[in-house]
Every structure is written in structure tokens, then in C-alpha cells.
């Protein structure tokens, strides 16, 4: 535990742009996207994304919650655009999720709270079942 994690109590945390790294690769790795509004500008731009994870890095949140978060409100937007491109991509991407989803439950990286909260707004806003 570092200093300050020792001194007050709290968990040691990676540095945020180490964080940003990783749940960076993730995305990249995992779902097949570069994270960079430049790249594709269907995904956010650096502040939005930023925001997304923010709250799960602060709470320490692992990466993999992390790019959960940023992929399934991707997955909303491609989903209602009006692009076929869009749509089809939205479907591989959804297929992404529920493997990476379950993966990241089987090993530990995210918690059944978590599994069941991104599987109830999935469930909710598209009414498919990860």
C-alpha cells in the first residue's frame, strides 16, 4: 500500500493515465474499436470518455467495468442510428459485450452487482438478454 493509502486508510490505486491506458487496450482488444473520436467518430470524444469512467475509476472500478461502460452506451447509439452500417455493427458489438460480460464475471474483474446492473440497462433499453 502506498503512503497515502496507509496514512489514511484507503486502497492503492494505479495512476489515472496508467487506468486510462488499460481500459483503453481493453477496448481496443476486446471489442475491436480504437478509442479515438479521430479514428471513429462514432465513439466519444476524449472529455466524454474521460466522464464515462471517471466514477468507476474513482470508486476502483477495474478497467474491464470501465470499458464496460463506455461500450454499452456505444452500443445504445449505434443501435438507434439511422445508418444500416451503424445497426450492423451494433449487433457484432452486442455479441462482444455478452462474451466479454461473462468473461469479466468468470474471472473476477467485475462483480455480480455489476454483471446484473449492465445486464438490467442492456435488458432494459434493448430488450435482449446478455
Known amino acids: ?65 470501465a470499458a464496460l461502460r463506455v461500450m454499452i452506451p456505444l452500443f445504445g447509439g449505434l443501435r438507434k442510428s439511422q445508418l444500416e452500417k451503424d445497426r450492423s455493427d451494433a449487433v457484432l458489438l452486442f455479441e462482444k459485450i455478452k462474451k466479454h460480460v461473462r468473461l469479466y464475471l468468470s474471472s473476477g474483474a467485475i462483480s455480480q452487482q455489476v454483471f446484473d446492473g449492465y445486464s438490467a440497462v442492456l435488458k432494459k433499453h434493448t430488450g435482449l438478454d446478455v
Not at 486502497?11 to 471513429?40: C, H, M, W
Not at 470524444?45 to 477495474?62: F, M, R
Open 1 to 65: 500500500m502506498g503512503l497515502f493509502g496507509s496514512l489514511f486508510g484507503g486502497k492503492t490505486r494505479i495512476n489515472r493515465s496508467e487506468y486510462n491506458a488499460k481500459v483503453s487496450q481493453i477496448i481496443k482488444d476486446d471489442f475491436g474499436i480504437t478509442p479515438d473520436s479521430l479514428v471513429d467518430p462514432r465513439f466519444p470524444g476524449v472529455l466524454a470518455y474521460l466522464e464515462l469512467i471517471d466514477e468507476i475509476y474513482y470508486n476502483d472500478g477495474s478497467p474491464e467495468q
